[in-house]
């Protein structure tokens, strides 16, 4: 018998759970989505399936991915064609799941405001934000998503023009970066006091290759700068992405994929200390898939935040879930909930 491949429906349905909770509603701030022939076999039909696996899901947030950008428009503007393949997407989608966009521009550049109204118009009413991330990979041997902003770009004059522009306009930012990268996104959080600044993936921990055997020590100084973060009212968490391949888990290389259980004890810690941190207020639970649909299926994802947030109050939960992402991100209250 052959080896199933991680992140093949075949791997993932080695682990069937019973839905917990079905009926609670969620809002999921972060996935990805690619046309046919992009960088992964990830559609509006694949969302559609994962979505449909179990849980409530009435809205989701798409997040800039490098997909369906338009070349024949220049390097400036070629991002808004990936806001107008997402958004003509959820147009042709008869149940509208997709209720936001999180675009990219290089916020650097002088002519961010044109940028920005190019997005807002091809958006059809999604546009929500930018995501310029900071990430920056030190180590970059054996990460299969290595970072490759430059060297200080949070220190950038130009950068942290753009990012306060975002805020003077009504929109988000987004940044994924790496562990030793906190500082720096804590200095542009304070450089910006009037920008929504959006932390995706706990600040991505990295425990494998170069940090192997380092996680006790990484785990320890990270909740001194996630406490730090936290500390800025402007900044908003939002929590998990830690099941990708180069957080180092292990789990896109195992036999088979982590029940709820396991992936709570293996990772609970970093979801109890980011909410008690920051609150459930200014938390919001992501599955972003698919990448990590390579460790995890959906279904089992988000029984696994039901049980690491059952301790919670209705209205806490409710914040967790939905109410945060729909708040942040200005997604109102969809029709059916």
Known sequence: MSQL??????????????????????????????????SLPYGIAELHADAASGHNIVQTVFMECG??????????????????????????????????????IDLRLPNRDDILDAHVEA????????????????????????????????????FVAGVRRLGER??????????????????????C???TMVLD????????????????????????????IA??????????????PDNG?????????????????????????IIEAFGPDRCMLESNFPIDRFSVSYNVMWNAFKKMTARYSPSERTALFSGTAQRVYKLGVPANN
């Not at 991680?6 to 046309?35: F, S």
């Not at 934000?129 to 770009?153: C, M, V, W, Y």
């Not at 009504?170 to 450089?191: I, K, M, V």
């Not at 425990?207 to 001194?224: C, N, V």
Request: proline share 8%; glycine share 10%; aromatic share 12%.
């Open 5 to 38: 491949i991680p992140g093949t429906n075949e791997w993932l349905h080695q682990v069937a759970e019973p839905t917990l909770e079905p009926e609670l509603p969620i809002v999921d701030p972060h996935h990805h989505l690619w046309p046919a022939g992009g």
């Open 170 to 191: 009504g929109f988000t930012y987004d940044s994924w970066h790496y562990h030793y990268q906190n500082p720096e996104f804590l200095e542009l959080a304070r450089s």
């Open 67 to 104: 997909a369906g950008y338009d070349r024949t428009v220049g390097d400036e503007f070629a991002p808004v064609g990936e806001t107008r393949f997402v958004a003509e997407t959820s147009l042709n989608d008869p149940q509208h799941l997709i209720a936001g966009i999180v675009g990219h």
């Open 231 to 244: 500390a800025c009212p402007n900044t908003v968490a939002k929590v998990g992405g830690i099941a990708m």
């Open 201 to 228: 993936h706990f600040g991505t921990p990295l425990l494998a290759h170069h940090f192997a055997g380092q996680e006790d020590s990484i785990f320890e100084q990270w909740k001194k700068d996630i406490n730090d």
């Open 193 to 195: 006091p009037e920008t």
């Open 123 to 158: 958006g059809n009413g999604l546009f929500r934000g930018i995501r310029h991330a900071l990430s920056r990979a030190d180590f970059p041997e054996g990460l299969s998503i290595p970072g490759r902003a430059p060297k200080d770009l949070y220190m950038d004059k130009d």
């Open 249 to 273: 888990i292990g789990w896109h290389t195992a036999d088979r994929p982590p029940t709820s259980d396991e992936y709570v004890a293996r990772v609970g810690k970093f979801y109890a200390h």
